[in-house]
């Protein structure tokens, strides 16, 4: 197997750098749509964690435009992102490559949070932080809808 089996994993990592909780609401949204991951993930099959997942998604995109919002980078921030890119990169990493799908989504997840915050702080000074966070969000809610829908696959019969 080449890189290239993982680079899902890798993409759906870079999502959450910027939102933390769109990996896994993507993924609970492919479950709730019938679709299957090709890595396993037993998690995101139990109705609590699913609708929690898809709220928690929904919360952060609230949650993100509050002046008193944290930054990315603050611990339980950059933790919510390691958990949410390890579950949702294991989900979407090759059948027996679930560990390693979720290494990868969390080292492209953590430092990509430094990078896509400074980003943020320059598109802030210049369009204020709700704008600069709906255009975020439309980027990133796009980007791990597509990651997700090009990666999974309808459930069997």
């Not at 998604?57 to 930054?71: C, N, R, Y």
């Not at 603050?74 to 390691?82: D, F, P, S």
């Not at 949702?88 to 915050?117: D, H, K, S």
């Amino acid at each position: 197997m080449n890189s290239r089996s993982l680079l899902s994993s890798i993409l759906i990592g870079a999502v959450a750098s910027a939102r933390s909780m769109t990996p896994m609401a993507t993924i609970a949204a492919a479950r709730l749509a019938g679709r299957r991951t090709p890595g396993e993930l037993f998690l995101l099959d139990r109705p609590l964690f699913k609708f929690g997942a898809l709220a928690m998604g929904a919360g952060e995109l609230l949650g993100d435009k509050m002046k008193t919002a944290p930054d990315r980078t603050a611990a339980l921030g950059l933790l919510a992102r390691v958990m949410s890119a390890g579950i949702a990169g294991a989900a979407l990493a090759p059948q027996g490559r679930e560990r390693t799908g979720a290494a990868v989504a969390v080292a492209t997840a953590v430092p990509l949070a430094y990078l896509t915050l400074a980003g943020r702080k320059e598109a802030m000074a210049r369009i204020g932080q709700t704008r600069s966070g709906l255009v975020e969000d439309a980027l990133m809610v796009a980007a791990g809808a597509a990651i997700v829908a090009l990666s999974t696959q309808p459930a069997r019969a």
